[in-house]
């Protein structure tokens, strides 16, 4: 069965330091998304994509966000200068055509320190 | 900002009990999709309802939308331990883009 793949499982930066979250969407999905999941609290979207360009985004996702999909198959998110409060399950989604679900990956563990 | 309501937030049953969650919002959802969700992991879509009124069923769950597309509810019939988890519901508002919108989920703990 198709499925969002996430890498890596885990990582561990220290603060100010750049990461990337990897995701491989399912194959024939046109819609893409990252949330977060802080600890104990809600999944909280950050942004969506669509057609090569974010389509909408929240108030978290902020300047030091960015996300790329730099070659058809991958999706990434990026964070310039990680803090703290940025630690947090990152999950990558995908939708398909009818864009009335989305399928979530497993996840990466983001810990700053 | 579009507010989610999940109830209960937590439900502790035993084994071969029912129970029912649900999900309620002021506004109409576009389409409203369950999930459920372990620690540790992605939450796992469970079904997507569109239509007013619609009930589905899967194996011992049965999702119901409500008539006025603000409401839904999930019903487990004779819980399993293995139904343990969060169930998370999220939807989508009309008028908008198809975002997905998370409410705070139900833990539920199924004992043996």
């Known amino acids: 069965e198709p499925e969002v793949t996430q890498t890596p499982s885990h990582q561990v930066t220290q603060m100010g330091q750049e990461v990337i979250l990897r995701c491989v969407p399912i194959?024939?999905?046109?819609?893409f998304y990252w949330y977060r999941q802080i600890l104990g609290q809600k999944v909280e979207f950050l942004v969506s994509f669509y057609n090569n360009e974010i389509s909408e985004k929240s108030e978290i996702f902020d300047d030091q966000f960015s996300v790329e999909r730099p070659d058809g198959s991958n999706f990434t998110l990026k964070i310039r200068s990680t803090k703290l409060e940025d630690s947090a399950m990152y999950f990558c989604?995908?939708?398909?055509?009818?864009?009335?679900?989305?399928?979530f990956g497993q996840g990466t563990r983001l810990t700053v320190v | 900002t579009q507010l989610l309501e999940q109830s209960p937030q937590f439900l502790s049953i035993q084994e071969g009990e029912n129970l029912t969650v649900y999900c309620n919002s002021s506004?109409?959802?576009?389409?409203l999709q369950w999930y459920r969700q372990e620690p540790g992991e992605g939450p796992v879509l469970l079904v997507t309802v569109v239509t007013g009124g619609e009930v589905k069923k899967l194996k011992r769950l049965t999702f119901q939308f409500g008539d006025a597309r603000k409401d839904s509810s999930l019903h487990i019939t004779a819980a399993q331990p293995g139904d343990t988890g969060l169930y998370l519901c999220a939807g989508s508002y009309s008028g908008g883009s198809y975002i997905p919108t998370f409410g705070r989920g139900t833990s539920l703990i199924v004992h043996p």
């Open positions: 989604a995908s939708g398909g055509e009818r864009n009335t679900e989305a399928f």
């Open positions: 194959s024939n999905h046109l819609y």
């Open positions: 506004s109409v959802f576009s389409s």
